[in-house]
């Protein structure tokens, strides 16, 4: 089974920095897809950021110019850094990874493999 | 920005049928996709493409899409299928990816 484990969580004041990882042991960070999806205490999830595998990157208006998604090829791990943080960004923060295309057909953008998540609290 | 309208709630009896419906502006003329979250644990993808399901998810669980309208409907439903439900679609017009508000099953 594919896995992908994030870390880097925590308790962090209002205005701070956090980077959270995301390792892929099973397959490669750099050859995929990867979103980072969030879910505030009793709320829905909301897309946070991607990046493919060519580079380019996107991310939601809550968080632009606050967040930045990267990867280490070398580690094969996804990073989230997070800046600025706020009390409205406390969340569970999961890394998933994006299929493009099914066996019979393309332009899917679904997600098929998340990890178990990691918890960010933004509280003085 | 894209919006996609989930009814909060949807109650079912063991054994029937239940239908979580997304709604969304022209949303046939996108691809649809179905995620089930348990409390306490990570979404699991559920139904692709509209109507495709990954290996392992029971085919109880379809889907389909068309017109201002997509639906998940699950058959036979167990008590094991209580949880909340996310439609998503990919927004090429931002490439952002949206999801539904939820709906949450109860099974009866």
């Known amino acids: 089974e594919v896995q992908l484990v994030e870390t880097g969580g925590g308790l962090i004041q209002p205005g701070g920095s956090l980077r959270l990882s995301c390792a892929a042991p099973?397959?490669?960070?750099?050859?995929?897809?990867m979103n980072w999806v969030r879910q505030a205490p009793g709320k829905g999830l909301e897309w946070v950021s991607v990046?493919?595998?060519?580079?380019?990157?996107y991310y939601a208006d809550s968080v632009k110019g606050r967040f930045t998604i990267s990867r280490d090829n070398s580690k094969n791990t996804l990073y989230l850094q997070m800046n600025s943080l706020r009390a409205e960004d406390t969340a569970v923060y999961y890394c998933?990874?994006?299929?493009?295309?099914?066996?019979?057909?393309?332009?899917?953008?679904?997600?098929?493999?998340w990890g178990k998540g990691t918890t960010v609290t933004v509280s003085s | 920005s894209y919006v996609l309208t989930q009814p909060p709630s949807v109650s079912v009896a063991p054994g029937q049928t239940a239908r979580i419906t997304c709604g969304g502006n022209?949303?046939?003329?996108?691809?649809v996709h179905w995620y089930q979250q348990k409390p306490g644990q990570a979404p699991v993808l559920v139904v692709y493409?509209?109507?495709d399901r990954p290996s392992g998810i029971p085919e109880r669980f379809s889907g389909s899409n068309s017109g201002n309208m997509a639906t998940l409907t699950i058959s036979r439903v167990e008590a094991g299928d209580e949880a909340d439900y996310y439609c998503q679609v990919w927004d090429s017009s931002s490439d952002h990816y949206v999801f539904g508000t939820g709906t949450k099953v109860t099974v009866l």
């Open positions: 099973e397959f490669s960070v750099s050859s995929s897809y």
């Open positions: 022209n949303i046939g003329s996108k691809s």
């Open positions: 998933a990874r994006v299929l493009y295309c099914s066996r019979t057909r393309c332009y899917l953008y679904y997600m098929d493999v």
């Open positions: 493409g509209d109507s």
């Open positions: 990046i493919y595998s060519g580079g380019s990157t």
